[in-house]
């Protein structure tokens, strides 16, 4: 009888998705089942018999583990869209199913931000509230704003079409080629970076990280934006240049940094701009619900079935 194809999983999975892993009677399942990370040395233990593996975005996937690899292992598994793995495996991948919760996010983000909610939450918890104000603490609103998107997949039209119902006036956005249908809709206008930096109220980072991407706001862009506009990352932080980030902010060359991805992650909690007042940090919950995660559980657990099994993957990466 042949020997049923092995997956490693190297995290505990949302509970559904976890009870439909265990439940798979067509594969092995070797597992780190715990909620915390994976060691190098467990991870290179576990993917020595592996067919398949599911991981997580943040496990390094390189050519130190695909030497401690078997030689039968076919498909890499992300819990993720972003991924950031080097092989020559099928990578499969889960786009689409958390457009949503962190589109969701983005409009959270821009919203604390222009409400000055992170001062607001601090003087609730450090009792300094005081009596109600008609002058203390007041936000913007985004009533006949400029809202720049850039980076106009998935994610960035999800973020577009929740954004308008808040009275923008009008939309710009950036990416490497217009997308005149996804546009439409919102009468999106297509523009250069440094045109929509220049112009927008709101500025929305919802493009991947890549080599062009790296970085890209840095100082010299933050220069180009308004004063008076907010920036939103719930992309990855290694787009922002956190150190010109910094000075920005000091410079008051933007009101308002708010951030869901940093570098590192977590983020030290006597990092400048954790304790600053005009920046607001998350700690990555951009896809954070029970819905979406179960989701990207289990589009991750397909993917590697379809690969232990030689089959197309129903989200793989073009590599
Ligand atoms: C992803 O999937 O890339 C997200 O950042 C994790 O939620």
């Known amino acids: 009888m042949s ?20 439940s798979l009677a067509s594969v092995e399942i070797r597992q780190h089942n715990s909620n915390t990370a994976i060691t ?18 943040s496990e390094k996937i390189d ?8 030689p039968n292992l076919k498909v890499i598994s ?19 199913v958390l457009t949503d919760a962190t589109a969701d996010t983005t409009v959270l983000l821009a919203l604390m931000a222009s409400r000055k909610a992170k ?26 704003k400029t809202l720049g998107i850039v980076g106009f997949g998935r994610i960035g039209v999800a973020t577009a079409h929740r954004l308008m119902p808040f ?39 919802c493009c991947p990280l890549n080599a062009k991407t790296q970085g ?41 940094a708010a951030l869901d991805v940093t570098v590192p992650e977590p983020i030290p909690k006597d990092h400048p701009l954790v304790n600053h007042e005009r920046c607001t940090i998350l700690p990555h919950i951009g896809s954070a619900t029970e819905e979406t995660r179960n989701a990207m559980g289990n589009l991750a657990i397909d ?6 099994f030689g089959e197309p993957l129903k989200a793989q990466v073009e590599l």
Not at 230 to 252: M, P
Not at 303 to 308: H, K
Request: aromatic share 6%.
């Open 3 to 22: 020997r049923r194809p092995i997956i490693f999983v190297t995290r505990e999975l949302p509970s559904l998705a976890q009870r439909r892993l265990e």
């Open 40 to 57: 190098r040395p467990q991870l290179l233990a576990g993917i020595k018999d592996a067919d398949g593996l599911i991981c997580l975005l």
């Open 63 to 70: 050519s130190e583990l695909l030497r401690h690899a078997s």
């Open 78 to 96: 992300t819990v993720s869209v972003g991924y950031d793995h080097s092989h020559g495996l099928k990578l499969g991948y889960t786009p689409d």
């Open 119 to 144: 001062q607001g939450l601090e003087s609730v918890h450090s009792g300094t509230w005081g009596a109600f104000s008609l002058s203390r603490g007041l936000g913007t609103q985004f009533t006949d």
């Open 167 to 205: 009275g923008f006036k009008r939309v710009l956005y950036s990416a490497s080629r217009p997308h005149e249908e996804r546009a439409r809709p919102l009468n999106a206008q297509f523009a250069e970076l440094d045109e929509l930096l220049a112009q927008a109220d709101l500025v929305c980072v």
């Open 216 to 256: 890209l706001f840095s100082m010299d862009k933050f220069r180009i934006m308004k004063q008076s506009a907010i920036l939103v990352n719930t992309a990855r932080g290694a787009i922002i240049n956190q150190e010109d980030l910094l000075k920005a902010l000091d410079q008051g060359l933007l009101a308002h």
């Open 303 to 308: 993917n590697a079935l379809a690969g232990v």
